[in-house]
């Protein structure tokens, strides 16, 4: 597995991460964006069925688990964090007909060119060069294949203060979102969409205790 010195230091970084628990106080913050990830399952679970899925930067397989539920034919995980792989393989043990995981480098993943039907992947676009990344998915993609990703995105000003007050809870390269990035995906893709989340209900984040309350409901219509 070849890899870049950015390459070397998100690996580093994930494999800390991972050797514990693998919580990070920022979680608290997650629940602002609940709606995200109820929106993500439910086109993966139309996308999914009796198709090829790779799980791009899986993690320790929590997106797997779930997503093992939507019948696919077959899910891959890949991650360069050796630790996060280990993990992802006791998280998902009871799926071992249907899914495997591999240890290895996203942006030259050595896997079948247009191998599979489905791509997703959360939070990992913005940890990787980007173009590279992308244009490995495309290769990986067969034709009329599906990507769905969600990324942070460097539009919020507040946000954006936040990550510059709070440097050691995230890489030392990772890279939000930019209209230039959102600009190559569709040069590259094609059909494109986009949906932002986020902005008043972590705005407003103490005024809800969960995300089933109505406060929340409201704030992420």
């Not at 939507?70 to 630790?83: A, T």
């Not at 050691?168 to 969409?193: A, C, V």
């Amino acid at each position: 597995m070849r890899l870049t010195e950015i390459n070397l230091r998100e690996k580093e970084f994930h494999n800390k991460l991972h050797s514990g628990s693998g919580k990070r106080k920022e979680g608290f913050f997650y629940k602002a964006l609940s709606n995200v990830y109820t929106d993500f399952y439910k086109i993966l679970s139309q996308l999914s069925p009796n198709k090829e899925v790779l799980d791009f930067g899986c993690g320790t397989g929590s997106y797997v688990k779930q997503v093992s539920n939507f019948n696919p034919k077959k899910i891959i995980g890949i991650d360069i964090s050796e630790n996060s792989i280990e993990k992802a393989k006791k998280n998902n043990s009871e799926n071992i007909q249907t899914t495997e995981f591999k240890v290895g480098n996203c942006e030259d993943t050595k896997l079948n060119s247009e191998q599979f039907d489905l791509v997703y992947g959360s939070a990992i676009l913005h940890h990787l060069e980007f173009k590279k990344s992308l244009d490995e998915i495309y290769r990986l993609l067969k034709v009329n294949g599906s990507l769905v990703f969600i990324e942070p995105m460097a539009t919020n000003p507040l946000i954006n203060f936040y990550r510059f007050l709070t440097p050691k809870s995230r890489s030392h390269d990772e890279h939000p979102l930019t209209n230039k990035d959102l600009n190559y995906i569709k040069s590259r893709f094609g059909n494109f969409k986009i949906r932002y989340y986020g902005f008043f209900t972590l705005i407003f984040i103490l005024f809800y205790k969960n995300p089933e309350s109505k406060i929340f409901k409201f704030l992420a219509q």
